[in-house]
């Protein structure tokens, strides 16, 4: 399997542009994560779906940040208006959540840098 | 509160000794317990679990990791550390009740092995 694929892997981006993050889960998955990651706040989770329906939004920073799930293979994270302090790298992470297997494998990662 | 400690920001270790990195957990009920791994510019790898049975759990790369209930901990162990071994490690639990997905993070170690 090719894990669990993000694109892009690096956005640099103007603060007030829109930024479109992605994100494939390892096929066969049904939990899928969104994580932010910086050193000062460290391994955030942003918000989390099971079977493509949003579970857990209450880590989604404010109103400019929003998530979809529309099939199985695809999400999405994106962020509108952007601001500078959202630079941080994004994670997505998918679990299949049976049989006692909860470890999530997450995907590369994008660093976004809003200037 | 279910909470994850790693009560030690930073290990230093030399090559060739063992290594143990820390963690405390505090969750209702039976816990599952995780380790990962994060290299630098890259994802969280997963390394090893804890669900039940034998309190000593074997993973990848040489690591293992003891469940302690008494002691509320899941210390990650490797007899002789690499100097490859150096990375920023994260332990997590999963958060209860029921079937949730989410994993509580620790705000992660980094380790150090000197050559």
């Known amino acids: 399997d090719a894990g669990v694929i993000q694109s892009p892997r690096h956005e640099v981006t103007e603060m007030g542009q829109e930024v479109t993050l992605r994100c494939k889960p390892i096929?066969?998955?049904?939990?899928l994560f969104w994580y932010r990651q910086t050193m000062m706040r460290g391994l955030e989770l942003l918000i989390y779906?099971?079977?493509?329906?949003?579970?857990?939004d209450s880590g989604m920073p404010e109103d400019r940040f929003s998530a979809k799930m529309p099939n199985a293979s695809f999400s999405t994270l994106k962020i509108q208006p952007s601001e500078p302090r959202d630079s941080a790298v994004y994670f997505c992470?998918?679990?299949?959540?049976?049989?006692?297997?909860?470890?999530?494998?997450f995907g590369p990662g994008t660093r976004l840098t809003v200037t | 509160a279910q909470s994850v400690a790693q009560p030690e920001d930073q290990v230093n270790v030399a090559e060739g000794n063992p290594l143990t990195v820390k963690c405390t957990y505090s969750v209702s009920g039976n816990p599952y317990l995780f380790w990962y791994v994060q290299y630098p510019n890259r994802g969280l790898q997963f390394l090893l679990k804890y669900i039940t049975g034998d309190n000593l759990v074997k993973g990848s790369y040489g690591f293992e990791a003891e469940f302690n209930k008494s002691q509320t901990s899941f210390h990650l162990k490797k007899p002789s550390a690499l100097v490859s071994d150096s990375a920023l490690y994260f332990c997590a639990v999963r958060e209860t009740p029921g079937n949730n997905r989410k994993l509580i993070w620790g705000l992660g170690t980094s380790l150090a092995v000197n050559p």
């Open positions: 096929s066969g998955h049904n939990s």
């Open positions: 779906f099971n079977n493509n329906v949003p579970i857990d």
């Open positions: 992470a998918s679990s299949t959540g049976t049989g006692g297997s909860y470890e999530q494998y």
